[in-house]
C-alpha cells in the first residue's frame, strides 16, 4: 500500500537530483584543472564525457518524474529552470576542452588555469546553494552565497577581458587569434552559465522564503 506521500509525490526526491547535477558540474570544472595540467600526449577527455552523460541522464530523470509526479517539492517551471540551467555547465566546459585538446600547439603562453580554478569555485559556490534548497530556504545563506557567486563572475570577466586586451594588442599569427579568442569566449560562457544558475536559486528562494 502507498503511502500519500509516495502518491502525491512529496519526497525530496527533486532535491536528490538536483544536487547530483550540481555535482556533476563541479566535477566537469575539476576536470578541467586536471586537463590544463596534464601534458598534451597524456590529456584525455573521458571525464568530461562522463559528467556530461551524467548530466544528461539527471536532465532526463528529472523530465521524467516531473510528468509522472502529482505534486512536487518546487514549483515545476522552477525545477525544470534550474535543471536546464545546470544541465548547461557540463556542455560548455566538455565544448573548452574539446577545443583546447585540438588546438594545444596553437594557443601559446595564455594562463587558463587560473580562469578554471575561478570557473571551479564557482561550482562549488553553486553547489552549495543548490544543497541549501531542502534545508529550508535560508534566504540570508543564499543571499550571501549568491553575492559570491557574483563576485567570482565579475572578476572572471575582469580577467578575461584582460586576456582579449593582450591578444588584441599583441597577437599577430591570425590562426592563434582566432583560437585564442575561441577559448576565451567559451570559458567566459561557462562560468556565466553557473551565475545563471545561481540566479535561479535565488528566484527559488526569494519565492518561497
Known sequence: ?????TIFGKGDKFYGLLEASAESASASA?????????????????????ARRREKDLFGQISE?????????????????????????????????????????????????????????????????????RKGM?????????DQLQAIEGEADRQILQLYREVYEHETDPIQYLVRVDLFEILEKAIDRCRDAGNVVYHIILKNS
Do not use: H, W
Not at 500500500?1 to 506521500?5: G, I, K, T, V, W
Not at 535560508?138 to 549568491?146: W, Y
Open 1 to 5: 500500500m502507498f503511502s500519500l506521500q
Open 30 to 50: 575539476k576536470a578541467l584543472i586536471e586537463l590544463l595540467s596534464t601534458p598534451a600526449t597524456e590529456q584525455s577527455l573521458e571525464k568530461f564525457k562522463e
Open 65 to 133: 518524474e516531473l510528468v509522472n509526479t502529482f505534486v512536487t517539492v518546487l514549483e515545476r517551471e522552477d525545477i525544470e529552470a534550474l535543471s536546464s540551467a545546470l544541465y548547461k555547465i557540463p556542455k560548455i566546459v566538455e565544448k573548452f576542452a574539446e577545443r583546447y585538446t585540438l588546438a594545444t600547439s596553437r594557443i601559446g603562453n595564455v594562463d587558463f588555469k587560473s580562469r578554471a580554478a575561478m570557473l571551479e569555485q564557482a561550482c562549488e559556490v553553486l553547489e552549495q546553494m543548490v544543497g541549501l534548497l
Open 138 to 146: 535560508d534566504l540570508d545563506k543564499i543571499k550571501d552565497l549568491n
